[in-house]
């Protein structure tokens, strides 16, 4: 099971990656162009949104099913703190994809609220790209590539 779920997981987030990037330099520019916001504009955010939780899903299942978890049962916290591979894998890569999950639900949920385009584009650009700031501090990128 944990080899389907880390192939799943490490796939997916190359699709979280692009379109989050995809819809962040769109925002962008919707908000700097001063551009009407359409359904082009809705699907991205949206689209972003839905591939962030589905990544999220996976994250969480990957997370009690890794040999890293073990490790922090076994051996506690103290043990995963003085390892900075541990420590990457069972503390900061899931906070700060945790927070970016978060910023990114804020700045969807917070924009439809928005009645004029640019507004509306202000929001997601802000949320949306400090949400991929964060997305790619922590994304372990030994194990990318």
């Known amino acids: 099971m944990y080899s389907t779920v880390y192939y799943l997981h490490s796939w997916w987030a190359y699709l979280v990656v692009l379109v989050l990037l995809v819809t962040t330099i769109n925002s962008l520019v919707g908000f700097f162009s001063k551009k009407e916001y359409g359904a082009i504009d809705f699907r991205l955010a949206l689209f972003s949104l839905i591939t962030m939780h589905i990544q999220l899903l996976l994250g969480i299942v ?14 506690g916290m103290a043990a995963v703190m003085g390892d900075s591979t541990l420590r990457l894998y069972i503390m900061e890569h899931p906070l700060m994809m945790l927070i970016s999950v978060i ?13 004029t385009s640019r ?3 202000k929001i997601l650009s802000i949320f949306y790209t400090i949400g991929l700031i964060f997305l790619l501090s922590r994304i372990p990128w030994n194990a990318w590539f």
């Open 62 to 75: 990957l997370y009690f099913v890794a040999p890293y978890f073990t490790a922090l049962t076994e051996n």
């Open 119 to 121: 507004p509306k584009f």
């Open 103 to 115: 910023l990114i639900t804020v700045g969807y949920s917070k924009h439809k609220k928005k009645l």
